[in-house]
């Protein structure tokens, strides 16, 4: 089952926040996050693990709610080289390293 | 250290040809995963090698196959092309589970 995120597009005038959500169906093991620019492969973002484990970047944070199956991904201050395509994977136990992706989020910031 | 790496980069078949992608993981990445993206179906998870054994499988007809190397060099087939293959073929390393998946620049296939 596809994680479900929203929104799915954003527009922000640099140095504004921004919060992406991503929601499973399913028992979420572990949450990663990824950009994606136009013409690019993902980047890798942030992992959020069951029990806590949170790995990832110094500018940009998540939150991983196991209760609610749903994660967010926090952009403080963002700037211009934030804008790209925002995806998260959810994966269980059983699935191996299977990731499962969300539609996307299109966030563009502004000048 | 280097990164995940893919080839070719970009590639132009016709349809009934078939193709093999290559994908060479980060040194010491002994899980490979194959992804398909397409504007219509995003994101699609194909199947996952470990230690030249494929762990896991998305649904994907059987034309779509893969293997994996004893230096963890992975390759993807995909036998009859159709119009509807044509998408963005990533692979991902990582080194074990849940650990974070690396992906590579991808190989952009159009099927004519």
């Known amino acids: 089952q596809q994680p479900v995120q929203s929104p799915q597009a954003v527009i922000l005038r640099e140095g504004e926040d921004a919060v992406i959500n991503c929601s499973s169906s399913k028992a979420l093991y572990s949450v990663h996050w990824y950009r994606q620019k136009h013409g690019e492969a993902p980047v890798f973002l942030m992992i959020?693990?069951?029990?806590?484990e949170q790995k990832g970047h110094e500018k940009i944070s998540a939150s991983f709610n196991e209760k609610k199956q749903q994660s967010s991904l926090y952009l403080t201050a963002s700037q211009l080289s934030y804008s790209g395509t925002y995806f998260c994977?959810?994966?269980?136990?059983?699935?191996?390293?299977?990731?499962?992706f969300g539609e996307g989020t299109q966030l563009t910031v502004n000048p | 250290k280097a990164g995940v790496t893919q080839t070719p980069r970009y590639l132009i078949k016709t349809r009934g040809q078939q193709v093999t992608l290559s994908c060479s993981p980060i040194s010491g990445h002994r899980s490979v995963s194959w992804y398909q993206q397409t504007p219509g179906q995003g994101l699609q998870f194909l199947f996952e090698?470990?230690?030249?054994?494929?762990?896991n499988k998305g649904n994907f007809p059987g034309r779509f196959s893969g293997r994996q190397f004893s230096n963890s060099r992975s390759e993807m087939n995909v036998s009859t092309l159709e119009l509807g293959d044509s998408a963005l073929y990533l692979c991902?390393?990582?080194?074990?589970?849940?650990?974070?998946?690396?992906f590579g620049p991808g190989t952009r296939l159009l099927v004519l």
């Open positions: 959020l693990l069951k029990g806590g």
């Open positions: 994977g959810t994966g269980d136990k059983t699935s191996g390293s299977r990731l499962t």
């Open positions: 090698y470990f230690s030249e054994t494929q762990r």
């Open positions: 991902a390393s990582s080194l074990a589970l849940p650990e974070t998946q690396y």
